[in-house]
């Protein structure tokens, strides 16, 4: 090899060096709700394969099927202060920051804190698991995220939680399982529908979505309706 030679492939082993290191972290990938029991992980990342798409139907077969119940006396006090870090017996309990703010930095990227605090998100971006759209969210526009609970609070209502120890609710009510962080108008149409009248927009996620839904079911006794199991069943096909 001539000098020459020697010399250009120095300088390319050089550029490629610097190019690795200078690439930026990918961001966190979206997590299967297969995958992440705890909750504690960000995302909703399609459900894929055959294999999971049968133990996604396994877990929503496991459901108790029941009819409404009266909504009497529910209100959002009745699952505590809105967002405050009350729960005991899920993941980030009594960890000084409000619920809120833990889920908008679990599933945000370049998340910023207000100065001084190491919990109060004040921006961030966020690819919104419910329609795929990004998000580049700004405190000052705080509704334009919103944090989801997957298995409505109202449902829960519905279903048992007025005979449920207030620990529970409150636990329910701040599960990171039942939290995602979402697009804000969304969210407004979903209200606490189940899943026969509202699923996400963007149909990659539907299996998932369910999924999660049934997870949280699972973990809190909570029945469906006949439809919504209906509903839950066909979307992981």
């Given at each position: 090899?001539?000098?020459?030679?020697?010399?250009?492939?120095?300088?390319?082993?050089?550029?490629?060096?610097?190019?690795?290191?200078?690439?930026?972290?990918?961001?966190?990938?979206?997590?299967?709700?297969?995958?992440?029991?705890?909750?504690?992980?960000?995302?909703?990342?399609?459900?894929?394969?055959?294999?999971?798409?049968?133990?996604?139907?396994?877990?929503?077969?496991?459901?108790?099927?029941?009819?409404?119940?009266?909504?009497?006396?529910?209100?959002?006090?009745?699952?505590?202060?809105?967002?405050?870090?009350?729960?005991?017996?899920?993941?980030?309990?009594?960890?000084?920051?409000?619920?809120?703010?833990?889920?908008?930095?679990?599933?945000?990227?370049?998340?910023?804190?207000?100065?001084?605090?190491?919990?109060?998100?004040?921006?961030?971006?966020?690819?919104?698991?419910?329609?795929?759209?990004?998000i580049h969210w700004r405190k000052d526009n705080a509704d334009e995220v919103q944090v989801d609970h997957v298995v409505p609070l109202n449902y829960g209502w519905r279903m048992g939680a007025p005979r449920w120890p207030m620990s529970k609710r409150l636990d329910f009510a701040n599960d990171p399982l039942n939290l995602l962080p979402v697009d804000g108008e969304a969210n407004e149409q979903k209200d606490a529908s189940g899943p026969a009248s509202w699923l996400p927009p963007r149909r990659a996620v539907r299996c998932a979505y369910v999924t999660r839904w049934a997870q949280v079911s699972l973990k809190y006794d909570i029945p469906v309706t006949s439809a919504d199991k209906r509903t839950m069943l066909a979307q992981c096909r």
């Open positions: 090899m001539s000098t020459k030679d020697a010399v250009a492939v120095l300088a390319g082993a050089i550029i490629v060096v610097s190019l690795i290191g200078s690439a930026k972290t990918p961001p966190a990938t979206a997590a299967s709700p297969l995958g992440n029991i705890s909750g504690t992980l960000p995302g909703l990342a399609p459900i894929i394969s055959d294999a999971d798409r049968s133990e996604a139907r396994g877990l929503i077969k496991r459901l108790r099927v029941k009819g409404f119940g009266p909504n009497t006396g529910y209100a959002r006090t009745r699952y505590g202060e809105n967002w405050a870090d009350s729960a005991t017996g899920v993941p980030y309990a009594r960890n000084g920051c409000r619920t809120r703010d833990d889920l908008l930095a679990r599933d945000g990227q370049n998340v910023k804190f207000r100065a001084g605090s190491s919990c109060e998100v004040v921006s961030m971006e966020l690819t919104d698991p419910y329609t795929g759209r990004l």
